[in-house]
């Protein structure tokens, strides 16, 4: 265990890393934007360094003064806290390749649960039971409509990469799926770069559940149980409720341990059961998909 950690964020989760850090007795170094001086974080860590100007461009994604403070302060990990460099894997990479602990993911795991493709290639390997589709490197149109006649209709094309609930629409019949899929890739190219997509059933009327899953190295995986996230607008979610009035016990306990069986031990990084950047994956459910042992990996 470290004793010193450098918390590479600002406001209010900053502050709520920095009271646990203070319970369980280790050193917090906090760093800020010129913006920031007099900010709350600034005053409640034990140090504090400035790393740059007031755009986050020049402070907190400025990945290079962060790990050089993390060595001047003496600090022996970086926890990033959520958004700004949380999610980047050159950032982790370069933290452990600095002789630092990153409290979060390491960078190959996220770049394999980067793209939706990906993650559900590897939630499958580990017997994690996932919705039937395609998620193939081939794109080709060609493919992809003979890859839907196997998959089956009602299907949904997703955008491989990204979120927010763009690049997905929902194909009911074979005559649809051509122009379906040129304005699904369309939609992926403009706002995530890559027009990759993947192809799986659609389940109707699905509730969406999503369970957090914090794992270290060592194989030591827990859940959080669940979150109801099935009231939303246009694929987006407008308000979480836990626990989920549709979840029973007994479901409960089955989804919790699909979601937490190992992986291999070089698929996280440091032992962090307080970090709030820890492995996260989600599964969106239906009580039909549900019986059948399957389950959407979003």
């Known amino acids: 265990m470290f004793d010193t950690l450098l918390i590479a964020n600002r406001g209010e989760i900053a502050c709520r890393i920095i009271r646990t850090c203070r319970r369980l007795g280790i050193r917090t170094i906090a760093v800020y934007s010129d913006a920031d001086?007099?900010?709350?974080?600034?005053?409640?860590?034990?140090?504090?360094?400035?790393?740059?100007?007031p755009r986050p461009a020049d402070s907190y994604l400025r990945g290079d003064a962060i790990i050089e403070v993390a060595r001047r302060s003496g600090a022996q990990a970086i926890?990033?806290?959520?958004?700004?460099?949380?999610?980047?894997?050159?950032?982790a990479d370069a933290v452990e390749a600095a002789g630092i602990r990153f409290v979060g993911p390491s960078g190959?795991?996220?770049?394999k649960m980067g793209s939706k493709a990906g993650a559900k290639e590897l939630m499958s390997a580990h017997g994690v039971p996932v919705v039937p589709g395609y998620t193939g490197e081939?794109?080709?149109?060609?493919?992809?409509?003979?890859?839907?006649?196997?998959?089956?209709?009602?299907?949904?094309?997703?955008?491989?990469?990204?979120?927010?609930?763009?690049?997905?629409?929902?194909?009911?019949?074979?005559?649809?799926f051509a122009a379906l899929l040129a304005s699904c890739q369309r939609e992926a190219a403009n706002a995530f770069g890559r027009d990759r997509v993947l192809l799986e059933r659609y389940v109707e009327r699905p509730r969406h559940i999503e369970f957090q899953v914090f794992g270290d190295r060592h194989?030591?995986?827990?859940?959080?149980?669940?979150?109801?996230c099935s009231a939303q607008r246009r694929y987006q979610k407008v308000l979480e409720e836990t626990?989920?009035?549709?979840?029973?016990?007994?479901?409960?306990?089955?989804?919790?341990?699909?979601?937490?069986?190992?992986?291999?031990?070089?698929t996280t990084s440091t032992p962090a059961p307080w970090s709030s950047s820890s492995v996260r994956t989600a599964i969106s459910i239906s009580w039909r998909s549900i019986r059948a042992c399957r389950s959407n990996i979003r």
């Open 37 to 53: 001086a007099d900010a709350q974080h600034v005053r409640l860590a034990d140090a504090a360094y400035p790393i740059g100007g």
């Open 138 to 176: 081939r794109q080709d149109p060609e493919h992809l409509a003979r890859e839907a006649e196997r998959v089956g209709f009602p299907l949904m094309i997703k955008a491989a990469y990204g979120g927010g609930g763009k690049g997905m629409r929902i194909v009911r019949e074979a005559g649809e």
């Open 108 to 111: 190959a795991s996220m770049r």
């Open 79 to 91: 926890h990033p806290g959520y958004g700004f460099l949380s999610e980047n894997a050159d950032f």
């Open 219 to 228: 194989g030591r995986i827990v859940h959080l149980n669940e979150r109801e």
């Open 243 to 266: 626990p989920s009035p549709f979840v029973s016990p007994d479901l409960r306990a089955r989804m919790g341990a699909a979601r937490s069986r190992p992986r291999p031990r070089s």
